[in-house]
């Protein structure tokens, strides 16, 4: 995942920049506009004249915006690419519960190189306190930096982000990795600084860090208070009436902190309520969608189509429960329940070598560009596999503009480690190729983008295994793990999403958002997207809690519209149409050069139109007659 950048919806005036929405100059758009659609991105060297100095002020004002943008990103989420591409809250929550078991036999270093960024804590110790002095000395200059400076600054601050990051990640017990991300956060805020043209002395808090902060206290707290799953072995129990207790007893822990997450939730809420108001917008979903570019029509086309299509949705979780041996109505308890693997084969944990074979083959219908960077990735030792007690949980990619991108696992070896890397693999060759084709500013693709390029590799990587599928156990199996990647990329996503609308619609009327109306509320949508083979029992209702997507501004429904996109776009890949290729390329290439939403229209999904729900659909329905028809002659 990453986040995003602009273009078109040009005439509409009440539009936001989401980099800095409380920084921007009205006549400064139009500027911009006119700079963006002509020739003017030439060298800066030869603006000599008066406008050629504005419009390079502007340039410089978007291109900071845009990279400070970037930086921010890599303060509040660390983990952007990452909790995400598990994408669903089940399989978010599904990696939490799984202990990280112990490993067959390999034979490649199973972490990964960092050496390419720094070499080793010190080297980039030392480049911090060259950075530092240099932003203080040019924060006390009334004239700030040259552009080129600025630029080497960006780049530098950027890749001593990553650098701290993925070391903290790597282990997050370790106290000096802690205080190089501290402080280079602080570095970072103070370049973001340097780039919005403020002096030291006017250090009033940018937008971003008042947005972030309602997730950075989201994030210590729930570190802090544990919305984690406990040690509980009858958590995982096979009889469902311990499992059932067990979870209500987990579920009583975590009651105490539902109000104090309430209450950090309505402040997020808030904010956003008060961003749509001094913008004009009618709702805060309008604000967010301005900045991403997809159009309200759109949106509300997505929300009919998946209210349409719950029966889908209810269809599945019927059958989940038949293929996890459940006798009664589905719960909450039964929801994270492994599905069928198929022969013992499928269930048997891959080596790294083997998983790198595995990749490459089933992301052999890439266009060869793709498949040199997923080569790359074993080869060059891109990627941290395994658990580890102190390790990040949850897998993301991550990388500067002027490193490759690394990937951060939680690899057990088994098949949905392998959908996660096959996902994790999307991004990476997203961002190589966007770096390699963007100049800095713009490499950087938004969410909508990268979770379009991400659900492509995954969904190869479903349909090969139901295409692979022998024997009737291994389809049945293929066909069922699909499903449930479709069922919590898309509905799940959608739920939350609904979520968001309607605890901003009530906040805005005036409601008191309390862990007990929240709870009321994601029961309601519980029932309506579960469908009647599940039964809402008091252990529903505070999924709200573990989402750290709902700090990240309407974030969720940009994996349902990744889906949309990304399914004609596999299948074209496959069957090897004319100008597949060319489709993926350009989505591949652009990166933040465009936003998500306008790339998916340019390549001709029409999100207003019923058709591309209705082929999407149609798809995912043949998956489930044919799952339906082996269970039942089971
Ligand atoms: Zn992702």
């Not at 009033?204 to 802090?224: C, K, T």
């Not at 009858?234 to 009436?241: G, M, V, Y």
């Not at 958002?513 to 029932?527: F, M, N, P, Q």
């Amino acid at each position: 995942m990453n986040r995003e950048e602009r273009r078109s919806q040009d005439d509409d005036p009440k539009r936001i920049e989401e980099e800095d929405p409380g920084m921007k100059g009205e006549g400064a758009e139009d500027d911009l506009r006119a700079l963006e659609d002509s020739e003017e991105m030439q060298d800066l060297t030869d603006m000599e004249d008066a406008q050629d100095l504005e419009i390079l002020k502007i340039r410089r004002t978007k291109r900071l915006k845009c990279v400070a943008w970037i930086l921010v990103l890599a303060v509040t989420a660390g983990a952007l690419f990452g909790i995400l591409s598990g994408g669903a809250f089940g399989r978010w929550f599904h990696a939490k519960t799984q202990s990280g078991e112990a490993f067959v036999e390999e034979t490649s270093d199973p972490t990964w190189d960092l050496s390419s960024v720094y070499n080793g804590p010190e080297e980039a110790k030392r480049a911090l306190e060259t950075l530092q002095n240099e932003v203080e000395l040019a924060l006390s200059q009334p004239a700030g930096v040259d552009v080129e400076s600025l630029d080497r600054i960006m780049r530098t601050a950027e890749r001593l982000q990553v650098y701290a990051t993925l070391m903290r990640d790597a282990d997050m017990s370790n106290a000096e990795t802690k205080a190089l991300q501290t402080s280079v956060d602080a570095l970072v805020n103070k370049v973001m600084r340097l780039s919005q043209g403020a002096s030291a002395s006017e250090s009033e808090p940018s937008i971003f860090e008042l947005a972030g902060a309602y997730e950075r206290i989201y994030q210590s707290f729930s570190h802090s208070y544990g919305v984690e799953f406990g040690e509980d072995p009858e958590l995982f129990s096979e009889n469902a009436d311990r499992r059932y207790k067990a979870f209500r007893r987990w579920v009583a822990s975590q009651e105490p902190s539902a109000e104090v997450f309430a209450d950090i939730y309505e402040g997020k809420v808030g904010f956003d309520n008060y961003l749509a108001l001094m913008y004009g917008e009618a709702e805060a979903v309008d604000a967010y969608l301005a900045m991403d570019e997809f159009s309200p029509e759109s949106f509300d086309q997505l929300v009919s189509m998946t209210e349409q299509h719950l029966v889908l949705n209810h269809r599945w979780i019927a059958l989940r429960g038949e293929l996890t041996g459940l006798s009664g109505a589905m719960r909450f308890s039964d929801l994270f329940v492994d599905l069928p693997q198929g022969s013992d084969e499928a269930e048997a944990e891959v080596s790294i070598d083997q998983a790198g074979l595995y990749m490459q083959r089933v992301l052999s219908a890439l266009p060869d560009a793709g498949q040199t960077v997923v080569k790359r990735a074993f080869d060059e030792a891109w990627i941290d596999f395994y658990p580890r007690a102190d390790k990040y949980d949850g897998a993301y990619t991550y990388g500067a503009y002027e490193s490759h991108p690394f990937l951060l696992l939680n690899f057990t070896g088994n098949s949905d480690s392998l959908e996660e890397l096959a996902h994790e693999l999307g991004h990476a060759v997203h961002m190589t190729l966007s770096s390699q084709s963007q100049p800095f500013d713009t490499y950087y693709a938004d969410v909508a983008a990268s979770e379009w390029a991400a659900s492509v590799t995954e969904m190869l990587y479903h349909e090969d295994r139901v295409d692979r599928a022998e024997s009737k156990s291994e389809k049945i199996a293929a066909l069922a793990n699909y499903l449930d990647f479709l069922s919590s990329t898309y509905f799940d996503q959608m739920l939350a999403t609904e979520f968001e609308i309607e605890s901003h619609r009530m906040a805005q009327a005036g409601e008191d958002l309390s862990a007990e109306s929240l709870k009321d509320l994601w029961r309601s949508l519980t029932a309506k997207y579960m469908g009647p083979a599940y039964e809402v029992t008091e252990l529903d209702g505070y999924d709200w809690v573990s989402y750290p997507h709902l700090y990240w501004d309407f974030y969720m429904y940009k994996y349902a519209t990744g889906l949309i996109a990304g399914a004609p776009l596999t299948h074209s890949l496959l069957n090897n149409q004319s100008g597949a290729e060319d489709n993926w390329m350009r989505l591949m290439t652009a990166g933040g050069s465009k936003s998500g939403a306008v790339l998916m229209a340019e390549a001709g999904f029409d999100f207003e139109s019923e058709e591309i729900y209705k082929s999407f659909f149609f798809h995912w329905s043949e998956l489930m007659d044919e799952l339906e028809l082996l269970v039942n002659a089971s």
